[in-house]
Every structure is written in structure tokens, then in C-alpha cells.
């Protein structure tokens, strides 16, 4: 078995018992990456001299018996919108292409001082604003389980190089849903934590009032691990709250992390009442009847209503707009033309109609926090259908065929959480007909990703069948 | 939406130019943002007059959660 099948809560124990040495993990990365690129198209940059020259460092660190803590060592990815000291850092734009930041994003720092080892920089949807992946300059990510489907997006890289093995965990970002829905796709689990939890300064913004940033990891563990180096406050972005950061992990031992007995779930199937395509309503039906059999009380709820999906839209369009409005009119064609298509519509918002928008957030979150009084966490599919074709000009939104690379479809599930700003995970729960992933997300109240990890974790631990299923590049 | 509209919106209230990648779109975005605004304004009529919006930046004073 390849190290790079291995997961953090595999390799971190061999790492600090010197059984494997990271210079081992970083080549056998390196070559991984070496063999997946020319299916997956998952890297804009790959880092093989500096990150054999760090795991070189690790490695003499360790053997002296200087073990930093569960990455140190341990090889991953993040987003090309990370941005990353004197390595190029494009957003997936030609108008960054050459872009060198002198500065690393602060998460980046975090993960250098943990000791985890930098192997390259991911493919995405061009500056994030979409859903697909399909990238204009750099070409379009591949899924891993079906090399002509699209990864999904915003974090289609991340998501593809996690389950291809060729990174064992990665950053990503989540505006709409850009962390869950490749997450879905690609059958990785990927958490978007509370607005505020994890700071953003040196990420690259689409909206900075919708951004968030997090992990996408191979297993709950893995994911819990690395939101607990992520995560802190940080007095450099405005939008950090100062809240104590956890150690995610410690709450996934023992007998009770393992029950949802008691647990009261919230779900909302009038919200997506004939959109759901079969194989996902039946997945999701099959995550209830679970959480049912398992002694949690399921309860139905109203709310959220379609009002969030299409209100919230206007708050990224407008502050999207704003980032990029200098260089819509000094080099607008250096953009790809779907971006571009969606960035230009935000400057036809009204100021009153972004405040009022804020004022509906507001309004949504007093809901939620009333709804948060009679449920533990609130369950549904994460994105309403399967991957499908790259290049696929139409997909069903309902009766409505509709182009997913400008109309949010993909997100009509997993922009709620944006929008309200909880913590939400997306985790593998089936597969299609044709193999390919279906994924569920489970949301909790602000600041509570260490119940949501604790959710999780029972259901991928009583699902070994699909959590362990690796996709066909392994076979 | 008056497409017309749009192209003053561009270039007097934006201080852009529309290039042809705008004009080509102008249609679809009058039929698209008056979609959307139509939406907030019946959302905003049940707002009681004193909603304020959203903290643009932090969740911090809403109470923590375990």
C-alpha cells in the first residue's frame, strides 16, 4: 500500500516513531503528483524543490527528537489563492499569472510552524467565482473517479489531489460552497468552519462579507486534525473572531464520539422537494433513516426557504464587483468569459439592495438561532446532483435546463451556510450507478465544528463501505 | 429593465466604458438584476423598520455553542 493512501491519523504515528521519514512521504507525494497531472490537471504549480528541501528539515527535526505535533511532516496542498512567499500564486487568471507574493496567507504560516510540508498549489475556478472548475488558462480539473467529469468547484484542485492521493490534505476556500461541492464530487470531506473561525488574511478575496476558509482532508479525522492548526484568532483580519481555537480531534475518542442517540437533526426536504436527481435523494434518504436507527430524533422544519439562495447572490456580486471592477476595465479581456459574465452583472446593484440584502442575513440568522434552540444540527444532500460531463452546456435545475457555469445551481444547497455563516461539513454517503460520489452535509450552530466533527465521525465510522472506497486511479 | 438604463449605469454611475463583452450581455443582465432586485424588495417588505443588516465581519457576539 502506497503512504499516499495513508491518512494523517495513519501517518503521523509512523512519522513520530521515525518509521517513516517525511523525505519518504514528500518523494512518494511528488511522484504521485508525477503520475495523477496528466489525468487530473489538479496542480498549477508543483513545489519539488522546496518542499524535499523542508521535508529534509522535518526529517533531521524529528530525529532529534523535536517532533512538532499530527503534521509535522506530512505533505499537502492549497488553492492557488493562497497566497505564498515567493511562489506564484494566479487565482486561476491569466491577469496573476506571474503574480509573486512577498508575504504567505497567515494559514499558510500556520502550517509552516506545525511543520506540514507545502507540495504545491491547486487548479480552481478562476478567482473562485464558480462552480465547475473548468478553468479558462489552465484547463479544467478532473475527477478522480471519472476523469471526464468535472471536480466540481470552486476548490476543484484541492478536492482531486486529496482523493487521488497525490496530497493528503488540502486548503480550500468556500464562498458558495467552493469547499463542499468538490468535496461531494470527488468523495472527500471538506468543512467550510463558522464565519470568523479561520482567518483569511493573504487569501485572495472573491466577498469578503461570504468568504471562509478550510480543509479538505480524506477522513473526518483528518479534517478535524487540520482545522485545529487552521483555526485562531488572528488581529491582521478584520473578519477574525476572537474566539479559542480547539483540538478538534480529541473529541473523536471514545465510545460516546461514536453516538448520535439523543441528537435532534433538522431537515428541510420542501426547500429541495423536486430537484434532488434520484441517486442523491436516495443516498440522502438512506443518511436519515440512519440517523433514525441510531436514536436521533429527525425533525422537519420550514425553513430555509428560496429567499436566502436567490437575496444572497447579490452580496457576492457586489463585493466581487468592487474587488475586480479596475481590472474589468483595464484588462476585462484577460478574463475568462464566464467569469467575466458574471462579474460584470454586480455593477447594476444598488446600495439599497446589498443593504437590504445584509438585512435578510441578519433576519436568516435570528431564524436560525430559534431554530438552534430545538435541533443539534441540521442535515441535507450537498449538492443536488452527481458530477457530470466537463464541457456539459446544460444541466436540471427542476424543469429548467439551466448552464451550471453561470447560474448557481451547484449551489443551491451549500450557499445557506454561507449566507448564515454556520459551520457546515460535506462527507461521502453513496455512489451513483456509475461510481461516482454523493456527499451530504451536516450544519451546526456558530462555533460548534467540534460537534459537527463528532456527527460526522459515527456516520463515516459506521460506514466503512463508502468511506474507504478509494476512486480508480488507486486500482 | 430598460437596457438603455444599464448602459447609463456603466458609464455614469460606474465611470466605466461599455466595451463589447458588456454590450453583448446587456439583455440577459436587465432580465437577470431585475429578477434579483424584485426578489430583495419583497424580502425587505417584511423587515420591521428597525432590522439592521448583518455584522459584515464577525459572528463573534452571537453566543457560542458547544
Redesign the interface.
Known sequence: MSLMQKTIQELAPLLQSKAVSPVELVRECLERIKQTEPILNAYITVLDKSSLHAAAQAEQEIMQGRYRGLLHGIPYSAKDLYMTRGVRTTAGSAILADSVPEVNAAVIDRMEEAGAILVGKNNLHEFAYGTTSENDHFGPCHNPWDPRMITGGSSGGSAASVAAGSSVFSLGTDTGGSIRIPSSFCGVVGIKPTYGRVSKRGVIPLSWSMDHTGPIAQSVWDAAAALSTMAGYDAGDVGCAEVTAENYTAGLAGENALSVKGLTVGICPRYYAGLLQPAVEKAFLQVIRWFEANGAVVKELSHPTREAFSVGSILTMSEAYAYHEQNLEACGEKYGPSIRYRLEKGQYIPASAYVNAQRLRQKDRQIWATIYQEIDVFLSPTVIMPAFPIGEKTVMFGNEAVDPRVNPVLMYLTSLGDFNGHPVLSLPCGFTEAELPIGFQIQGKPFAEAKIFQVAYAYEQAHPEISERKCGLWK | MEIST?RV??TEL?G??V?S??EA?LPQ?AV??A???A??????L??PAD????S?????S?????
Open positions: 444599464l449605469i456603466t460606474c466605466r466604458s466595451n463583452a458588456i450581455h443582465y437577470e438584476v429578477g434579483v432586485l426578489a430583495v424588495r419583497v424580502a425587505a417584511s423587515f432590522l439592521a443588516p448583518a459584515v465581519f464577525s459572528l463573534k452571537e453566543p457560542s455553542n458547544k
